[in-house]
């Protein structure tokens, strides 16, 4: 386990679905990140939260809606998905938002819209 | 503006012998940069960094990596793989503490060890 814990593993969902990703750390670190990363493609950034604040959300479609309740936990809820969304969608953290830290990733959660 | 380019999108290995991975950026500024391994069905681990200390950087797992300012590189070696080491490698470069610090990510090389 590397400190970033993310359910579920694995989501199969249809298009009319509605479902929530979860990011959970205590690493006591005040940054969070969603990235996307899908097959043939670079890393794609999502979403940042900096002490609970979003501070960046890269052109995302607002079928994808982020929340940070805290500093510890982040959540990524999905509705009217669509195929192309299929990817592995990981979850990091850092000490803050600069990066010369490193980031803390987790395992993420693989996502299937049929 | 940043970018940053992996030359080698497989790189394919014996068991025992060394491991070149190669990483080329560009950055306005004075960058941070980063290795990370991603193993099948697993996140990023960092490897190692980058962030205006020594050139020469050591990581995890026996791997380090030299920056080179006048060549802008930043390649990942190992002198002797193991089976283990078989995974997707990514190179990232971020502008470094004090600036923008949206990272770039490569595009990942993908290291296949052979027995």
């Known amino acids: 386990e590397t400190g970033v814990t993310q359910t579920p593993r694995h989501l199969v969902m249809g298009m009319t679905n509605k479902k929530s990703l979860k990011c959970e750390q205590h690493?006591?670190?005040?940054?969070m990140y969603w990235y996307k990363q899908s097959a043939k493609k670079p890393l794609e950034l999502m979403f940042v939260?900096?002490?609970?604040?979003?501070?960046e959300n890269n052109s995302v479609p607002s079928r994808f809606s982020p929340e940070c309740p805290n500093s510890s936990h982040l959540f990524l809820h999905l509705h009217t998905l669509q195929p192309e969304d299929s990817a592995l969608y990981l979850c990091a953290s850092s000490q803050d938002h600069a990066t010369a830290y490193g980031y803390t990733f987790g395992s993420g959660t693989r996502l299937t819209v049929v | 503006a940043q970018s940053v380019t992996q030359l080698d999108s497989h790189v394919s290995v014996s068991e025992g012998t060394p491991v070149l991975l190669r990483c080329n950026y560009s950055?306005?500024?004075?960058?941070?940069l980063f290795w990370y391994v991603q193993h099948p069905n697993k996140g990023l681990q960092l490897l190692l960094k980058y962030t205006s200390a020594a050139t020469l950087v050591k990581g995890i797992n026996g791997f380090e990596a030299e920056f080179k300012k006048s060549e802008t590189s930043f390649h990942l070696t190992k002198p002797s793989a193991h089976m283990s080491d078989a995974a997707e490698y990514f190179c990232v470069v971020s502008r470094g503490p004090g600036g923008s610090y949206i990272p770039t990510f490569g595009r990942g090389t993908s290291l296949i060890v052979h027995p």
């Open positions: 690493l006591g670190h005040n940054a």
């Open positions: 950055s306005s500024y004075s960058p941070s």
């Open positions: 939260y900096n002490f609970k604040e979003q501070t």
